[in-house]
């Protein structure tokens, strides 16, 4: 697949990665190591680092993304599109099996994901910890992977339970589909309904909020000892993204460009 495909980089927009498999298991703070095109765990910031006299950042909970909420959108085509559908319903406990036919009339998918949270920890605070933690001496491939500049952590998550579907025909109409069908193949984890504003917009809704997007950072290390950078200005999310032309990079006091992980054609696939 191209790295023009939407399914690819439709949170780019708004700052994120997108996360191939949604989870609820992926907090801020989270330590991954990249390796190739995946992104595997690694354990929480203390599995690895020792505290020194700064503590952990304070993870913020459960903030409403008001400026996203019913922004958040993308349509594919028919077979992508329901590879992705594949992928939340498989995340909140449903399945598949079956449900092409339901969709057989329709050439497209749209998804619209419906009041998003986000939890976040303060890039600041975590380079306040991380200047004055130690590298947990037992951690032999955690040393190995900083030395390398491999290690990433998340500083914030993009969730939701809920989210919006709707298929199209060539004419670009909504396509009605049978709703109890789809309630029965889906399974009783997922509860499916249809929206107020058309009867063909499906709403799928689990029974936790799962992590699809995310922000990291990457970190660099000398030796045993954090290099610290500096952050993209405060703005749009989309800075956190691809650089412009035209916007100076951001330098560690090494002299490193800062490397901020973000949606560029690739999905962010964090393997356990």
């Known amino acids: 697949m191209g790295r023009s495909n939407p399914a690819l980089n439709y949170l780019k927009q708004y700052g994120y990665s997108v996360v191939r498999l949604p989870r609820a298991d992926l907090p801020p703070g989270s330590l991954l190591e990249r390796d190739g095109g995946d992104l595997v765990d690694l354990g929480g910031l203390e599995s690895v680092f020792q505290a020194g006299d700064t503590a952990a950042p304070k993870v913020h909970p459960n903030e409403r993304v008001v400026d996203m909420s019913g922004h958040i959108k993308t349509t594919l085509s028919l077979g992508l599109g329901l590879s992705l559908l594949g992928q939340f319903l498989k995340a909140l406990g449903g399945t598949t099996v079956g449900l092409e036919g339901e969709f057989k009339q329709a050439k497209t998918l749209t998804f619209e994901f419906d009041d998003p949270y986000s939890d976040s920890i303060a890039p600041a605070d975590l380079e306040k910890f991380l200047a004055r933690a130690d590298v947990d001496p037992r951690s032999v491939n955690a040393h190995r992977l900083l030395d390398e500049d491999k290690v990433y952590v998340v500083t914030r998550t993009l969730k939701a339970k809920q989210f919006l579907l709707e298929g199209k025909n060539e004419r670009q109409a909504g396509v009605k589909v049978n709703v109890p069908a789809i309630s029965g193949i889906v399974g009783a984890d997922v509860k499916i309904g249809t929206s107020r504003?058309?009867?063909?917009?499906?709403?799928?809704?689990g029974k936790e909020l799962l992590v699809f997007g995310i922000q990291a950072v990457r970190l660099f290390y000398e030796g045993n000892r954090f290099v610290a950078y500096r952050h993209l200005p405060p703005g749009s999310a989309?800075?956190?993204?691809?650089?412009?032309?035209?916007?100076?990079?951001?330098?560690?006091?090494?002299?490193?460009?800062?490397?901020?992980?973000?949606?560029?054609?690739?999905f962010v696939n964090i393997a356990k």
């Open 197 to 205: 504003e058309s009867s063909s917009k499906l709403s799928f809704e």
């Open 238 to 266: 989309t800075k956190r993204g691809a650089r412009a032309a035209t916007e100076k990079p951001q330098l560690t006091k090494a002299g490193k460009e800062a490397d901020y992980l973000s949606a560029q054609g690739a």
